[in-house]
């Protein structure tokens, strides 16, 4: 699957914590494109908001989870690449597609353009 025929498959999907969130969402996206599944061990450790967001403090933080299970960073990012990023002072998951980044949050599928500042870590997949 392309990355423009993930996101609008992800697009008509309701936002669920621990199934369908911004971590979630890229790891679905580094699994079909590796068999590699970066989540593999966390798959039904959260559920919702609260107990989602005390996996994350318990573990390091989503900086640390991501980096972890995905190794070796880059700065030069491919179409595709997933990143932590920062948004507005929190982490967040993101995918590349060569010139925004794509998130899910609870309320939907956003686009946007980010400095190369607020991309804390980022991974090319393919």
């Known amino acids: 699957m392309n990355l423009g025929e993930y996101i609008k498959a992800a697009t008509g999907r309701k936002f669920e914590w621990g199934n369908h969130d911004c971590s979630t969402f890229c790891a679905h996206w580094v699994f079909s494109n590796t068999d590699y599944d970066p989540m593999h061990d966390i798959w039904g450790r959260y559920d919702d908001e609260k107990s989602g967001r005390e996996f994350i403090l318990q ?13 070796v960073y880059t700065e030069r990012l491919d179409e595709g690449a997933v990143g932590v990023l920062d948004i507005a002072g929190e982490h967040m998951m993101g995918i590349f597609t060569g010139e925004r980044w794509i998130m899910l949050m609870e309320s939907g599928i956003k686009a946007i353009r980010l400095p190369s500042a607020k991309i804390v870590r980022a991974w090319n997949i393919g």
């Open 59 to 71: 573990n390091g933080g989503l900086l640390e989870l991501w980096t972890n299970r995905m190794g």
